[in-house]
T-cell receptor
């Protein structure tokens, strides 16, 4: 079974600084995908970034980058130049292919990030 | 996401009553999902659909049923609501194919079972 572990329940960062949110995973599948989602206090789930297990380079999307270390089974999210609007809960998730097609996401328990002035 | 709506957005109900939540998408996606979110658990898959009338169970399906009679609508029914089903329910669709397939979520439904 797949498992996602996020060991930081809460993190603080000062505005304009970079922050790393940790995510480790466990799977026996050779092919998998890793995702990060943001959940602000308003409650919606917002897709941020994706990394495939066969991707040679770390994924980047604007101020978000994914530090993918396959041998260590880690997929940490790096947010550069933090902004007040980055304050939210962040979830790491892993994709598992379902029997009928489509994908199931297995989520970690999340990290609450607060950006301070 | 503008292409996915959920109704109702909030609901309070009593134990033992049936409840139906609706997910509607406007983009003709084949795959649709229902998750629940509880503190300390992230999101967990309840049921999913891979086409009209094609559905299957996820990891927390007990007490729930689903139906999909049209591509655009995926209904989640709590047959006899219990307090343990108090949760936030998210619908999702998949965009893209293969390795790039990504799930996008609706705005969520907050359900309180008294």
């Amino acid at each position: 079974a797949q498992k996602i572990t996020q060991t930081q329940p809460g993190m603080f960062v000062q505005e304009k600084e970079a922050v790393t949110l940790d995510c480790t995973y466990d799977t026996s599948d050779p092919s998998y995908g890793l995702f990060w989602y943001k959940q602000p206090s308003s409650g919606e789930m917002i897709f941020l970034i994706y990394q495939g297990s066969y991707d040679q380079q770390n994924a980047t999307e604007g101020r978000y980058s994914l530090n993918f270390q396959k041998a260590r089974k880690s997929a940490n999210l790096v947010i550069s130049a933090s902004q007040l609007g980055d304050s939210a809960m962040y979830f790491c998730a892993m994709r598992e292919v379902l029997t009928g097609g489509g994908n199931k996401l297995t989520f970690g328990t999340g990290t609450q990030l607060k950006v301070e002035l | 996401d503008a292409g996915i709506t959920q109704s109702p957005r909030h609901k309070v109900t009593e134990t033992g009553t049936p409840v139906t939540l609706r997910c509607h998408q406007t983009e003709n996606h084949r795959y649709m999902y229902w998750y629940r979110q509880d503190p300390g658990h992230g999101l967990r898959l309840i049921h999913y659909s891979y086409g009209v009338k094609d559905t299957d169970k996820g990891e927390v399906s007990d007490g729930y049923s689903v139906s999909r009679s049209k591509t655009e609508d995926f209904l989640l029914t709590l047959e006899s609501a219990t307090s343990s089903q108090t949760s936030v329910y998210f619908c999702a669709i998949s965009r893209g194919q293969g390795a790039s397939e990504t799930q996008y979520f609706g705005p969520g439904t907050r359900l309180l079972v008294l």
